[in-house]
């Protein structure tokens, strides 16, 4: 079982950047790809990035590509989401995700453990 804990949340002006942090604990994290997913007021929790294992391969949201980055440190037992150039409607809560397996995937459904989110709101 994996604990998962979000920080670095906050208020943002459009245009700034700002990194979000998922730490974990529990089981080996290494065995876990990690994903980010985000839910706006309203609507659908949706998927943001992905990232292996190891860290080595990595996919994101058409929404997010060329603005946000995905990375791991499993010595840290974390995952990050770097988001630059960011947008108005990139305010939501944002939860970090661990799943078993090889692959990253789209779909929530997919994941075994959840954080309890962390909230990014920007300003316009």
């Known amino acids: 079982q994996v604990q998962l804990i979000e920080s670095g949340g906050g208020l943002v002006q459009a245009g700034d950047s700002l990194r979000v942090s998922c730490a974990a604990s529990?089981?080996?994290?290494?065995?876990?790809?990690m994903g980010w997913f985000r839910q706006a007021p309203g609507k659908e929790r949706e998927f943001v990035a992905g990232?292996?294992?190891?860290?080595?391969?990595?996919s994101c949201a058409d929404s997010v590509k060329g603005r946000f980055t995905i990375s791991r440190d499993n010595a840290r037992n974390t995952v990050y989401l770097q988001m630059n150039i960011l947008k108005s409607e990139d305010t939501a809560v944002y939860y970090c995700?661990?799943?078993?397996?090889?692959?990253?995937?789209?779909?929530?459904?997919?994941?075994?453990?959840w954080g309890q989110g962390t909230q990014v709101t920007v300003s316009s």
């Open positions: 529990g089981d080996t994290f290494s065995n876990y790809v």
């Open positions: 995700a661990a799943r078993r397996g090889l692959y990253s995937s789209t779909h929530d459904n997919d994941y075994d453990y």
């Open positions: 990232i292996s294992r190891r860290g080595g391969s990595t």
